[in-house]
């Protein structure tokens, strides 16, 4: 099983993030700091997650939380 995720700055216009600024590289240490390794695609806003095949719908809503509250507070973090 694998997952990827793009992270775009604005959703209507596709604007992409800085790739300066590493939001990805930045989601990705909150998400470990949270139990949740993902990994960065290279010089990309890309994440990817490769959950066991076992994982169960309880797994999944936390695996989404960490990573939609990570997404959160690194966008915020930027935007201040």
Do not use: C
Not at 8 to 31: D, H, L, M, P
């Amino acid at each position: 099983l694998l997952i990827g995720i793009d992270l775009i700055k604005n959703r209507e216009t596709k604007e992409k993030f800085n790739i300066i600024e590493g939001f990805a590289n930045k989601v990705s240490e909150v998400t470990y700091q949270n139990g949740l390794p993902i990994h960065v695609l290279w010089t990309s806003d890309v994440i990817s997650l490769s959950p066991p095949l076992t994982i169960n719908e309880i797994e999944i809503e936390s695996m989404i939380n960490i990573i939609g509250q990570a997404i959160y507070q690194v966008y915020n973090e930027l935007e201040n």
